[in-house]
């Protein structure tokens, strides 16, 4: 019940395209939904984040879609550029000053 | 002004060794942790500690001991250091009035 579970573990998406990345979960007491961004020889840093009140977020062509019935959340990168080059990690948590359950990443290549 | 500052960026040791890697955040925050990265890139929080109590402490070798003294530092120190013990040790923070984890830029081990 503390899993969350990420796909693809890897993705490659075209210049301009849009990236597109799936997370499920079975705790339905999560309350706190971030999805990390982290760059080769980087840590990972907060790129946005959405809580169970409402179905999408967006930031510039960064979209998070949440789906409470069906337990799931996905990342949309609009207009995919090659510096959205990188491993993309989803979590939850119960808030979000708590310990953060992660997926297992997914790898982004946008090929110019 | 880095906000999480770990040391060493890189850590190449033999088997058998001591070693530690030392962590500062300067965000205010109350809590910090230290997360390993494996070569898969999935990330493992070893522990967290709260106003210099641990709070979190996953089932790590005891070889591992976080040390911190004081609310802005966190150490991690590592006995007797073996081969699967190489990998990328990330320190975070968190707890502050913006939500998530703020990371450091890692240190990666290597254990010959």
């Known amino acids: 019940q503390q899993q969350v579970k990420q796909s693809p573990q890897s993705l490659i998406v075209q210049k301009g395209g849009i990236s597109i990345i799936n997370c499920a979960y079975e705790n339905t007491a999560f309350d706190y939904f971030p999805w990390y961004q982290q760059f080769p020889g980087k840590g990972p840093a907060l790129l946005i984040a959405i809580r169970p009140d409402v179905s999408e977020k967006k930031e510039g062509r960064f979209t998070i879609s949440f789906n409470k019935s069906a337990k799931q959340f996905s990342l949309h990168i609009m207009d995919s550029q090659p510096g959205d080059s990188a491993t993309y990690f989803c979590?939850?948590?119960?808030?979000?000053?708590?310990?953060?359950?992660w997926g297992a990443g997914t790898k982004l290549i946008i090929k110019p | 002004d880095t906000a999480v500052s770990q040391t060493p960026k890189y850590l190449v040791t033999q088997m058998g060794n001591d070693k530690s890697i030392k962590c500062e955040q300067n965000?205010?925050?109350?809590?910090m942790y230290w997360y390993k990265q494996d070569s898969k890139k999935f990330l493992k929080i070893m522990f967290s500690?709260?106003?210099?109590?641990?709070?979190i402490n996953e089932t790590v070798p005891n070889r591992f001991s976080p040390k911190s003294p004081d609310k802005a530092h966190l150490n991690l120190h590592i006995n007797s250091l073996e081969l699967g013990d190489s990998a990328v040790y990330f320190c975070?923070?968190?707890?502050?009035?913006?939500?998530?984890?703020?990371f450091g830029s890692g240190t990666r081990l290597t254990v010959v």
């Open positions: 500690y709260n106003n210099k109590e641990l709070i």
């Open positions: 979590a939850a948590s119960f808030d979000s000053n708590y310990q953060l359950i």
């Open positions: 965000l205010g925050h109350d809590t």
């Open positions: 975070a923070s968190g707890g502050g009035a913006d939500p998530g984890y703020t």
